[in-house]
Protein backbone atom coordinates (compact mmCIF):
# COMPACT_ATOMS: atom_id res chain seq x y z
CA UNK A 1 0.00 0.00 0.00
CA UNK A 2 2.63 2.35 0.79
CA UNK A 3 4.47 1.51 -2.64
CA UNK A 4 1.29 2.17 -4.15
CA UNK A 5 1.21 5.39 -2.78
CA UNK A 6 4.71 6.59 -3.46
CA UNK A 7 4.05 5.20 -6.92
CA UNK A 8 0.65 7.70 -6.75
CA UNK A 9 2.60 10.84 -5.80
CA UNK A 10 5.18 9.91 -8.29
CA UNK A 11 2.82 10.31 -11.40
CA UNK A 12 1.54 13.14 -10.07
CA UNK A 13 4.70 15.03 -9.62
CA UNK A 14 5.04 14.32 -13.11
CA UNK A 15 1.78 14.64 -14.33
CA UNK A 16 2.39 18.30 -12.75
CA UNK A 17 5.92 19.11 -14.29
CA UNK A 18 4.66 18.60 -17.56
CA UNK A 19 2.13 21.16 -16.91
CA UNK A 20 4.31 23.47 -16.05
CA UNK A 21 6.29 23.14 -18.72
CA UNK A 22 4.52 22.90 -21.33
CA UNK A 23 1.91 25.57 -20.91
CA UNK A 24 4.61 28.58 -20.78
CA UNK A 25 5.74 26.53 -23.84
CA UNK A 26 2.63 26.56 -26.05
CA UNK A 27 2.35 30.48 -24.70
CA UNK A 28 5.39 31.06 -26.18
CA UNK A 29 4.95 29.09 -29.38
CA UNK A 30 1.73 31.53 -30.30
CA UNK A 31 3.65 34.67 -29.31
CA UNK A 32 1.32 34.98 -26.19
CA UNK A 33 4.35 35.93 -23.74
CA UNK A 34 8.11 36.77 -24.36
CA UNK A 35 10.74 34.20 -24.15
CA UNK A 36 11.60 35.88 -20.59
CA UNK A 37 8.21 35.35 -19.06
CA UNK A 38 8.07 31.57 -20.06
CA UNK A 39 11.36 31.17 -18.72
CA UNK A 40 10.28 32.35 -15.38
CA UNK A 41 7.22 30.66 -15.42
CA UNK A 42 8.91 27.70 -16.00
CA UNK A 43 11.74 28.72 -13.30
CA UNK A 44 8.89 29.29 -10.79
CA UNK A 45 6.42 26.27 -11.08
CA UNK A 46 8.35 23.48 -12.32
CA UNK A 47 10.76 23.66 -9.58
CA UNK A 48 7.83 23.34 -7.10
CA UNK A 49 7.26 19.91 -7.15
CA UNK A 50 10.29 19.80 -4.96
CA UNK A 51 7.02 20.35 -2.24
CA UNK A 52 6.10 16.43 -2.68
CA UNK A 53 9.15 15.11 -1.64
CA UNK A 54 8.92 14.76 2.16
CA UNK A 55 5.64 12.67 1.36
CA UNK A 56 7.42 9.62 -0.44
CA UNK A 57 8.06 7.15 1.93
CA UNK A 58 10.51 5.68 0.23
CA UNK A 59 12.61 9.65 -0.24
CA UNK A 60 14.89 8.29 -3.39
CA UNK A 61 11.65 8.79 -5.77
CA UNK A 62 12.77 12.14 -5.15
CA UNK A 63 15.78 11.82 -6.45
CA UNK A 64 14.90 9.43 -9.46
CA UNK A 65 12.42 12.51 -10.46
CA UNK A 66 15.45 15.41 -9.75
CA UNK A 67 17.72 13.36 -11.46
CA UNK A 68 15.12 12.60 -14.27
CA UNK A 69 14.61 16.98 -15.37
CA UNK A 70 18.31 17.26 -14.69
CA UNK A 71 18.98 15.03 -17.84
CA UNK A 72 16.39 16.41 -19.75
CA UNK A 73 17.54 20.06 -19.36
CA UNK A 74 20.96 18.90 -20.17
CA UNK A 75 19.89 17.46 -23.85
CA UNK A 76 17.79 20.51 -24.23
CA UNK A 77 19.54 22.16 -27.27
CA UNK A 78 18.55 24.01 -30.35
CA UNK A 79 20.23 20.85 -32.18
CA UNK A 80 18.46 18.51 -30.69
CA UNK A 81 16.85 15.46 -32.43
CA UNK A 82 13.88 15.52 -29.99
CA UNK A 83 11.39 18.23 -30.89
CA UNK A 84 10.15 18.61 -27.68
CA UNK A 85 13.98 19.25 -26.07
CA UNK A 86 14.46 21.18 -29.26
CA UNK A 87 11.10 23.33 -28.05
CA UNK A 88 11.94 23.76 -24.46
CA UNK A 89 15.46 25.51 -25.38
CA UNK A 90 14.18 27.90 -28.46
CA UNK A 91 11.03 28.75 -25.70
CA UNK A 92 13.31 29.45 -22.72
CA UNK A 93 16.94 29.56 -23.85
CA UNK A 94 18.88 32.37 -23.39
CA UNK A 95 21.89 34.09 -25.47
CA UNK A 96 23.94 34.04 -22.79
CA UNK A 97 23.24 30.11 -23.35
CA UNK A 98 24.42 29.90 -27.27
CA UNK A 99 27.84 29.28 -26.09
CA UNK A 100 27.16 26.23 -23.98
CA UNK A 101 24.87 25.02 -26.33
CA UNK A 102 22.09 24.15 -23.46
CA UNK A 103 20.12 24.98 -21.08
CA UNK A 104 22.66 25.94 -18.93
CA UNK A 105 20.63 27.96 -16.09
CA UNK A 106 17.88 25.31 -15.73
CA UNK A 107 20.65 22.57 -15.93
CA UNK A 108 21.97 24.02 -12.88
CA UNK A 109 18.67 24.97 -11.28
CA UNK A 110 17.99 21.10 -11.96
CA UNK A 111 21.61 19.81 -10.31
CA UNK A 112 21.11 22.26 -7.53
CA UNK A 113 17.64 20.16 -6.26
CA UNK A 114 19.39 16.74 -7.61
CA UNK A 115 22.37 17.46 -5.16
CA UNK A 116 20.27 18.58 -2.00
CA UNK A 117 17.41 16.18 -2.74
CA UNK A 118 20.42 13.29 -2.81
CA UNK A 119 22.50 14.69 -0.02
CA UNK A 120 19.55 15.02 2.51
CA UNK A 121 18.05 11.49 1.55
CA UNK A 122 21.18 10.05 2.34
CA UNK A 123 22.20 11.71 5.41
CA UNK A 124 18.97 14.03 7.07
CA UNK A 125 15.72 12.73 5.18
CA UNK A 126 13.62 13.91 8.15
CA UNK A 127 15.24 17.16 7.88
CA UNK A 128 13.71 17.67 3.94
CA UNK A 129 12.62 21.31 5.43
CA UNK A 130 15.87 22.81 4.64
CA UNK A 131 16.45 21.77 1.11
CA UNK A 132 13.04 22.73 0.22
CA UNK A 133 13.87 26.46 1.99
CA UNK A 134 16.96 26.54 -0.28
CA UNK A 135 15.05 25.08 -3.37
CA UNK A 136 12.24 27.83 -2.85
CA UNK A 137 14.06 30.88 -2.37
CA UNK A 138 16.28 29.94 -5.86
CA UNK A 139 12.27 29.29 -7.56
CA UNK A 140 10.62 32.08 -6.16
CA UNK A 141 12.99 34.69 -4.76
CA UNK A 142 14.95 34.67 -7.60
CA UNK A 143 12.25 34.86 -9.82
CA UNK A 144 10.50 37.98 -7.99
CA UNK A 145 14.28 39.61 -7.54
CA UNK A 146 14.64 39.14 -10.94
CA UNK A 147 11.46 40.75 -12.20
CA UNK A 148 11.40 43.83 -10.00
CA UNK A 149 15.08 44.12 -10.47
CA UNK A 150 14.71 44.80 -14.24
CA UNK A 151 11.62 46.70 -14.06
CA UNK A 152 12.22 48.79 -10.90
CA UNK A 153 15.72 49.02 -9.77
CA UNK A 154 17.25 52.23 -9.97
CA UNK A 155 20.07 51.86 -7.45
CA UNK A 156 22.90 49.46 -9.15
CA UNK A 157 25.11 47.30 -6.92
CA UNK A 158 28.31 46.80 -9.02
CA UNK A 159 30.79 44.19 -7.87
CA UNK A 160 34.15 43.67 -10.47
CA UNK A 161 33.51 40.00 -11.06
CA UNK A 162 30.58 39.93 -11.56
CA UNK A 163 29.18 39.82 -15.42
CA UNK A 164 25.73 41.43 -14.66
CA UNK A 165 24.72 43.89 -12.25
CA UNK A 166 22.49 43.56 -9.47
CA UNK A 167 19.95 46.23 -8.01
CA UNK A 168 19.27 47.20 -4.12
CA UNK A 169 15.66 46.82 -5.20
CA UNK A 170 16.02 43.46 -6.20
CA UNK A 171 18.46 42.62 -3.74
CA UNK A 172 15.83 43.24 -0.69
CA UNK A 173 13.16 41.74 -2.83
CA UNK A 174 15.40 38.90 -2.33
CA UNK A 175 15.87 39.24 1.28
CA UNK A 176 12.04 39.31 1.83
CA UNK A 177 10.61 37.09 -0.66
CA UNK A 178 13.37 33.98 0.60
CA UNK A 179 12.34 35.22 4.77
CA UNK A 180 8.91 34.40 3.48
CA UNK A 181 9.63 30.80 2.02
CA UNK A 182 11.84 30.07 4.71
CA UNK A 183 8.87 30.70 7.10
CA UNK A 184 6.85 28.66 4.74
CA UNK A 185 8.85 25.57 4.62
CA UNK A 186 10.28 25.51 8.22
CA UNK A 187 6.41 26.16 9.20
CA UNK A 188 4.65 23.71 6.96
CA UNK A 189 7.55 20.73 7.12
CA UNK A 190 9.03 21.92 10.35
CA UNK A 191 6.55 23.00 13.12
CA UNK A 192 3.22 21.75 11.72
CA UNK A 193 4.30 18.25 10.16
CA UNK A 194 6.73 16.58 13.27
CA UNK A 195 5.59 12.84 11.97
CA UNK A 196 7.97 12.75 9.31
CA UNK A 197 10.63 15.48 9.59
CA UNK A 198 12.36 16.29 12.98
CA UNK A 199 10.22 18.73 14.87
CA UNK A 200 10.77 22.18 14.76
CA UNK A 201 9.93 25.05 17.55
CA UNK A 202 8.54 28.49 16.54
CA UNK A 203 11.66 30.37 17.72
CA UNK A 204 14.08 27.79 15.47
CA UNK A 205 11.45 28.73 12.59
CA UNK A 206 11.54 32.40 13.40
CA UNK A 207 15.85 32.10 13.51
CA UNK A 208 16.43 29.97 10.66
CA UNK A 209 14.15 31.69 7.96
CA UNK A 210 16.28 34.78 9.57
CA UNK A 211 20.16 33.19 9.08
CA UNK A 212 18.90 31.12 5.95
CA UNK A 213 17.40 34.71 4.11
CA UNK A 214 20.33 36.51 5.28
CA UNK A 215 22.83 33.81 3.84
CA UNK A 216 20.89 33.31 0.76
CA UNK A 217 20.47 36.87 0.10
CA UNK A 218 24.71 37.37 0.60
CA UNK A 219 25.82 34.48 -1.69
CA UNK A 220 22.98 35.53 -4.30
CA UNK A 221 24.53 39.30 -4.02
CA UNK A 222 28.07 37.77 -4.87
CA UNK A 223 27.47 35.20 -7.14
CA UNK A 224 27.76 35.39 -11.05
CA UNK A 225 23.93 35.18 -12.70
CA UNK A 226 24.96 32.06 -14.60
CA UNK A 227 25.68 30.35 -11.58
CA UNK A 228 23.48 31.53 -8.85
CA UNK A 229 20.63 28.79 -9.86
CA UNK A 230 23.70 26.62 -8.49
CA UNK A 231 25.20 28.26 -5.66
CA UNK A 232 22.24 29.88 -3.68
CA UNK A 233 20.31 26.74 -2.61
CA UNK A 234 23.21 24.75 -2.48
CA UNK A 235 25.78 26.78 -0.29
CA UNK A 236 22.71 28.41 1.86
CA UNK A 237 21.38 25.18 2.60
CA UNK A 238 24.35 23.27 3.43
CA UNK A 239 25.81 26.39 5.56
CA UNK A 240 22.52 26.46 7.33
CA UNK A 241 22.48 22.47 7.99
CA UNK A 242 25.99 22.52 9.43
CA UNK A 243 25.13 25.55 11.40
CA UNK A 244 22.61 23.57 13.34
CA UNK A 245 25.03 20.78 13.84
CA UNK A 246 27.29 22.57 16.05
Not at 21 to 44: C, G, N
Not at 66 to 87: C, D, P, R
Not at 153 to 170: M, V
Amino acid sequence: MTLLLDLFFVFLTYLYIVVAIQVPIQLKKRDKISKFTARKIVHLFAGLSILSTPFFDWVWFAVIIAGSLTILTFLSSKESKVKQLKELYDSIGEEAEEKAGYLQGPFHYCLAILSLVTFFAIFASDQMYFPIAGILIMIIADTLASIIGKKYGKIKIKLPWLNTIRTLEGSLTFFTCAFLVCLFSYTVFGLTNPITQIHLTVEQVLLFSLITSVLATIIELISPSTWDDLTVPILTTLIMFLLTLI
